[in-house]
């Protein structure tokens, strides 16, 4: 069976630090893979998705970029973090097929809080 | 363009009563719709899919969802509400690329 780890779970860093967060996925080749933000009461928001290694496309810019080095290797990065990104963020992962009505599995999630 | 609105940011009702969580859904396209639960700090779990089979879609731990393309919406039901029903919901749309759209959520709360 096909499973999704983020790490870590919970993150306290200061305002101007470097961020590195990973998501990897177990049992399944080629994901799509995404990274989404849920700041506080508020829905996700899409931030990079990626079909390939080395492929990333953005959503939205911001301060934040991704990198998938590995086929099932997925990580979220920023050299010099804001207050605006704190939040939950979400790793995801999908089987790319044609058929539009194939689900997300989301990973349990990285709680980030910048000071 | 898609969008997903959730009508309800917060909904309460009592153990054992019903549960209706709305959602109308915008697209271009011909939608695929699902939603997912979230417990606090937990990831993203699916309650169930519309896949254009059946209008009328089951889910796990007794929800469902009826899609309605003339009044485009995608309406979440349970008959009986149960205590570990507690959590967030949220309705998404996808469009033929694969990319999903959330609406901003509805907080389910139980009342004893």
């Known amino acids: 069976s096909q499973t999704i780890h983020q790490w870590p779970a919970t993150l306290v860093q200061p305002v101007g630090s470097p961020l590195s967060l990973e998501c990897t996925v177990e049992g399944t080749s080629n994901p799509n893979l995404y990274w989404y933000r849920q700041a506080a009461g508020r829905g996700l928001q899409l931030l990079f998705y990626s079909v390939g290694i080395g492929q990333i496309s953005s959503e939205v810019p911001q301060n934040l970029s991704a990198s998938r080095p590995q086929d099932r290797q997925f990580i979220l990065s920023s050299k010099k973090l804001l207050l605006s990104d704190s939040g939950f963020y979400l790793c995801?992962?999908?089987?790319?097929?044609?058929?539009?009505?194939?689900?997300?599995?989301f990973g349990p999630g990285t709680r980030l809080t910048v000071l | 363009a898609q969008s997903v609105t959730q009508l309800d940011s917060h909904v309460s009702v009592s153990e054992g009563t019903p549960v209706l969580l709305r959602c109308n859904y915008s697209s271009s396209y011909s939608p695929s719709l699902f939603w997912y639960v979230q417990h606090p700090n937990k990831g993203l779990q699916l309650l169930l899919k519309y896949t254009s089979a059946a209008t009328l879609v089951k889910g796990i731990n007794g929800f469902e969802a009826e899609f309605k393309k003339s009044e485009t919406s995608f309406h979440l039901t349970k008959p009986s509400a149960h205590m570990s029903d507690a959590a967030e919901y949220f309705c998404?749309?996808?469009?033929?690329?694969?990319?999903?759209?959330f609406g901003t959520g509805t907080r389910l709360t139980i009342i004893p």
């Open positions: 995801a992962w999908k089987v790319p097929r044609e058929n539009m009505y194939n689900e997300q599995f």
């Open positions: 998404v749309v996808s469009d033929i690329w694969e990319k999903l759209t």
